[in-house]
């Protein structure tokens, strides 16, 4: 059975720092391009980070480009996204799939998410 447990959103004033952390279980980590989502009120899922199975290739998308950092465990089976001088547009409900998402009957899998919420 397929596991996506997102942990480590939290309250934080614009400029600080969170760590987010993403256990996966019931898939081959070491071999799947893993990603991090989020989903903002009102707004769709946009992808905001990729890193493949080694970590060789990482890419971001422009609004968190030089601010977010993606890295993995293979060993542990966890993907973790650092997230640096944060934007009140950064809050949203962070997740972590596979890229492109984990489906199974044609529905996409996903876990409950973490919640980021960048405000003084």
């Known amino acids: 059975q397929v596991q996506l447990v997102e942990s480590g959103g939290g309250l934080v004033q614009p400029g600080g720092s969170l760590r987010l952390s993403c256990a996966a279980s019931g898939i081959i980590f070491r071999i799947v391009t893993m990603g991090w989502y989020r989903q903002a009120p009102g707004k769709e899922r946009e992808l905001v980070a990729t890193?493949?199975?080694?970590?060789?290739?990482?890419n971001y998308a422009d609004s968190v480009k030089g601010r977010f950092t993606i890295s993995r465990d293979n060993a542990k089976n966890t993907v973790y996204l650092q997230m640096n001088s944060l934007k009140p547009e950064d809050t949203a409900v962070y997740y972590c799939?596979?890229?492109?998402?984990?489906?199974?009957?044609?529905?996409?899998?996903w876990g409950q998410g973490t919640l980021v919420t960048v405000s003084s």
């Open positions: 890193i493949t199975s080694g970590g060789s290739t990482i």
């Open positions: 799939n596979t890229d492109p998402p984990l489906t199974r009957r044609n529905l996409e899998i």
